[in-house]
C-alpha cells in the first residue's frame, strides 16, 4: 500500500501529516511525487511517516521492493486467487486494496488491464455492478495485442497465425476490449 494511498484512506493531507510528523512539506511533496524515493529516506523519516500513519516501517518500504513478475505467472496467479476465493470474495479484496489503481500507478498497465478485466467480467458472471472507480482506466488498452504464451507456441509451431485470430474472436470480452486475449479463467489447476 502507497503512502498516497494510505493518506486517503485516513484522510490526512500533506499539510497535516508534515506538521503532526515533523517531516518538512517538501520533503513529503518530494516522496509523493517520486521526486525522493522513500527507500533512500532516513529511517528517522521513515519511522516518523509509519507512526503519524500508523502503520509499520515494513508497510511503507513493501512497495519501494516490489518486483515485477512473468505476465503468464501473474495471470495464472490471479486465476488461482478467484478460485480459491470464490468470485465475490475476489472482488470485495481486490476492490478495497484498490490493487488495479495501484498497479495503473505503478505503470504496471499489463497487470492492472488484466485484473480490472478479472473484476468487470467475475461482474458480469454474477450480476454484481462494476466498479465505476476505474472507469477512467477502462479507457485504455494496450497497444499490442497480448496473447497467452502456449497460444503464441501454437502459431509459431504450427505456422498458421488463423489460431491467434480465431482465439481473439473467441476471447472473453472484457479482456478483450484491452487487446487481452483470454479465453478461460475458470479451469487452473
Not at 3 to 12: C, F
Not at 74 to 96: A, M, P, R, W
Not at 141 to 153: G, H, I, R
Amino acid at each position: 500500500m502507497t503512502i498516497q494511498t494510505i493518506m486517503e484512506k485516513k484522510k490526512i493531507t500533506r499539510y497535516r501529516l508534515s506538521k503532526n510528523s515533523g517531516i518538512p512539506y517538501t520533503t513529503i511533496t518530494d516522496i509523493l511525487s517520486g521526486k525522493a524515493k522513500l527507500e533512500k529516506c532516513t529511517a528517522e523519516t521513515i519511522y516518523k511517516l509509519a507512526k503519524e500513519l500508523d502503520v509499520s516501517m515494513e508497510t511503507l518500504l513493501k512497495p519501494c521492493f516490489e518486483t515485477r513478475i512473468n505476465f503468464e505467472l501473474y495471470k495464472s496467479n490471479v486465476c488461482h486467487q478467484v478460485k480459491e476465493k470464490g468470485d465475490i470474495q475476489f472482488i470485495i479484496e481486490t476492490l478495497e486494496n484498490n490493487e488495479v489503481r495501484r498497479l495503473y500507478d505503478k505503470k504496471w498497465y499489463p497487470e492492472s488491464l488484466y485484473l480490472l478485466a478479472m473484476l468487470d467480467y467475475l461482474s458480469r458472471e454474477n450480476d454484481v455492478p462494476i466498479c465505476i472507480e476505474y472507469n477512467d482506466i477502462r479507457k485504455c488498452k494496450l497497444q499490442e495485442t497480448m496473447y497467452p504464451a502456449s497460444l503464441l507456441t501454437a502459431a509459431a509451431v504450427s505456422k498458421n497465425e488463423d489460431i491467434k485470430e480465431k482465439a481473439y474472436r473467441e476471447s472473453i470480452p472484457e479482456f478483450r476490449r484491452f487487446n487481452i486475449v483470454e479465453n478461460d479463467v475458470r479451469n487452473v489447476n
